[in-house]
């Protein structure tokens, strides 16, 4: 059973939860600077994604609703490749949506990405997002050793 502690803490186990992380080398990806953040971090054989947003070419939220899905993909799919990794890689992601009702539309897309298994996922009905956008992305993907 995997135990969680809250930061600034030491877990149960008496192991400092700070101190695990200095284990092992980090690699910071990053697409091109953005804001005070990594568009993945590296950790092994673990990619962690920041959110993605379906952002065109000239950093605004498209109108169609479809374009956005498919740029929010094509986004995480280029932090991915960054790492050396691919989209069946992924093995949780966590969509933030503030009009649920687009979930059936997000999810044809969405699966268009996938040859293999599919990742677990949320989709969870959010506030506001940044840029108005209506899909914002985070994942965690793990390359097989």
């Known amino acids: 059973m995997t135990r969680f502690s809250f930061p600034n803490t ?9 101190k695990v992380s200095k284990r092992h080398s980090r690699k910071h990806i990053q697409l091109k600077p953005q804001g005070p953040f990594s568009d993945g ?3 092994g054989n673990t990619l962690y ?4 947003i379906g952002l065109d070419e000239c950093n605004r939220i ?3 609703i479809d374009t ?6 094509e986004s995480v799919r280029a932090v991915l490749q960054k790492a050396g990794m691919q989209m ?3 093995v949780y992601v966590q969509v933030f949506c503030p009009d649920v009702s687009l979930w059936e539309r997000f999810n044809a897309i ?7 298994q599919l990742p677990a996922r949320a989709f969870v009905g ?3 997002l940044l840029f108005d956008a209506h899909f914002e992305v985070q994942a965690i993907a793990v390359r097989e050793s």
């Open 10 to 18: 030491p877990s149960s186990s008496g192991t400092d939860p700070r």
């Open 41 to 43: 971090v590296l950790v």
């Open 49 to 52: 994604l920041s959110g993605r």
């Open 62 to 64: 498209p109108a169609d």
């Open 68 to 73: 956005e899905a498919r740029n929010v993909m």
């Open 88 to 90: 069946d890689d992924l």
């Open 110 to 116: 969405y699966g268009s990405y996938f040859s293999g």
């Open 126 to 128: 959010s506030g506001k």
